[in-house]
């Protein structure tokens, strides 16, 4: 397994890679790995022959108040993890290698999709993600790249630019891990004291209650219903709480059969995300 923090080096093994006929498997992280990043190590590892990490705190994708710079960092922890996987490369390269001073090129993918949900509370994040993300497709040139489905509207937005840019990419989402209560897998939960740590069940909760009633009530009762769900634990704190197209990111209306249950919670300071898709039998 070679650690590579700089792009020509990438660039060059890459190269001999595709040139031996290899195909090339991408899983882009921000590092703090856990077993959500294993499943998709793993999924890579079967489909693909030559498989590259990235390891990348992207400042672009963090708003000024955010956690850019308490953001768990560890490396060493990250590479134990990545190394019975049978990993080729770790790239990890610093800020400035990814956005040397002077950068200035920006990917945006407009619309819906981009403004809905995540969108709205934390504006420029999704640039942020996609501007990375085309520079990691240029660089690693991978045949398949594997993204979680705990990022619903990021995997969403990432499949468009692919086809947007002509990127020869095929995006792979693997299902959301969960821990014992059903809590999604997040390097965030790491930031959780332990009762916040128990009070944040409650967003799985809401949506294994959303899988069992949505037959009954129409989108909008739905979602009060579970808003005062989730309202109910005193240390959660609803920053969105949306019945969606799984599509468009619409708001879902009564003729929904399926839809998207998406939520951001704070629970103490920490804000975590998760999301279901439902559907009406
Ligand atoms: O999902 C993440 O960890 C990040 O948003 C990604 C895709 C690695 C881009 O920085």
Sequence with gaps: MKVLAGT???????????????????????????EGHASLIRAAKINCDFLV??????????????????????????????????VDVVFTPE????????????????????????????????????????KLFNLAQPDIAFFGAKDYQQQLIIKKMTVDLNFPVEIVTLPTIRE?????????????????????GVIFKALQLAREEFKEKSPWEMKRRLKVFIENEPLAKIDYLELVDPETLTEATDGHKKVLVA???????????????????
């Design 8 to 34: 020509p080096e990438l660039r060059e093994i890459i190269l001999a890679a595709k040139r031996g006929g290899l195909k090339v498997g991408l899983v882009p992280t921000m590092g703090a790995l856990h």
């Design 53 to 86: 990490v990235s390891i990348f705190v992207n400042p672009k994708q963090f708003g000024p108040a955010e956690d850019y710079n308490a953001y768990p960092r560890d490396l060493k922890k990250d590479l134990d993890l990545i190394l019975p996987h049978g």
């Design 95 to 134: 800020p400035a290698v990814m956005f040397p001073s002077g950068f200035s090129s920006n990917v945006e993918v407009d619309g819906g999709i981009s403004e809905a949900l995540c969108g709205k509370s934390r504006p420029g994040h999704f640039a942020g993600v996609a501007t990375v993300v085309a």
């Design 263 to 281: 939520a951001a919670v704070f629970v103490g300071k920490t804000r975590l995300i998760d999301n279901m898709v439902i559907e009406k039998k």
């Design 180 to 200: 014992q209560d059903g809590l999604a897998m997040s390097s965030r939960n790491a930031y959780l004291r332990p009762e916040e740590r128990r009070a944040a």
